[in-house]
């Protein structure tokens, strides 16, 4: 028997993060920044003060940082951030790194953009929430953040979302100035390749939303 009412969504659990890193393996790890990230620098619509949450192995903090911009990637997992940290130092990148809980950024409005690249999607009802709530209180007045995640709108990997949490998500305090279909690039383990009709191993484009959201006041 069913109530009629949806079940509240969960977040991934910080285990399941820091599994994968110290595995070293995880669809999201590709060894390159998000093509759609890329594009966004390169647009223009990246400046000021930069906060990568969620930042995993660094390749958004190392190819932000190389460019020129004071960036800071956080994670709330120990691996990731020792990994990104790893990285950049193989790269020769002066890049910096931090753990920290993204739900509870401070209350200084210091950050002019925001680059959430497949952080958003794994939050449940609650943390979600918490998190929209955190980011407005760290980004300056009119700062921009850049939320890209996995979309259901076909098959693929991971927690995948529909556009309305994202509308739904940024309401009170922000203007939703774009949201489009886009792609995120993962590589794709063996127990999917099958399902997916892709080969093991390799990388591929999964259905992604791409938004801009701008801090108002």
Known sequence: MTTGM?????????????????????????????????????????????????????????????????????????????QARANAEAKGVAARFAVADVLD??????????????????FGDDDRAAYVRSLHAACAPGARVHVLALSDAEPGLGPRIPDSLIR???????????????????????????????AAGEPADMAAWLARVRRDG
Not at 18 to 26: E, L, P, T
Not at 39 to 63: A, K, M, N, Q, Y
Not at 186 to 198: F, H, K
């Open 6 to 82: 949806e079940e509240p969504r969960r977040s991934v659990p910080r285990t399941d993060f820091d599994s994968a890193y110290v595995d070293k393996w995880a669809p999201w790890i590709i060894g390159e920044p998000q093509p759609a990230i890329v594009t966004l620098e390169r647009d223009g619509w990246i400046t000021g003060r930069v906060l990568d949450p969620g930042c995993g192995t660094g390749e958004h903090t190392i190819h932000l940082t190389r460019l020129g911009y004071d960036v800071l990637g956080v994670d709330f997992s120990w691996p990731a951030v020792e």
């Open 168 to 198: 739904d998500a940024f309401t009170d305090g922000w203007v939703l100035e774009d949201l489009r279909p886009d792609r995120y690039r993962v590589v794709v383990g063996a127990e999917d390749a099958g399902r997916l009709g892709l």
């Open 105 to 122: 950024l401070g209350t200084e409005p210091r950050y002019d953009t925001v680059v959430d690249s497949a952080l958003f999607h794994v």
